[in-house]
């Protein structure tokens, strides 16, 4: 193959390799942060009933007065920073949860801030109102 013609498919490949990466992080940077969420202080208690752990951030499932919550808990370096270990999240857990309600009142979702659990606080965010 000549050379000229390797030049660029090899360029080709870098220019698409570049582009997905870009395309990823603007991706990841809409999901996380805290912009969709309400100004103000949300505090739900309910019994977890799933739990995905892992990055970019553990997910619950958590049920309160016969409604179900999804709670976007902490990076697993975040969570461990605080105490919280995937044990203590496990299904059937009582847990209070404080931190920023969704903005959008049909989004039942809510990005927390502290968590407690069985009486202990676990605070994802030190310092954050």
Known sequence: MPRSRRLT???????????????SVGRARAHHGWRWTADGNFELTGVIREAR???PHGILIVEANGESWTVEVGQPWRNARAGLTDALLAPGTEITVSGARAAD??????????VFIDGQLYDL???RD
């Open 9 to 23: 498919r090899r360029a080709l490949f870098f220019a698409a390799l570049g582009a997905a990466g870009l395309a």
């Open 53 to 55: 752990l892992g990055n």
């Open 105 to 114: 009142e049909a989004d039942m979702r809510v990005k927390a801030e502290r």
């Open 125 to 127: 965010y030190p310092g």
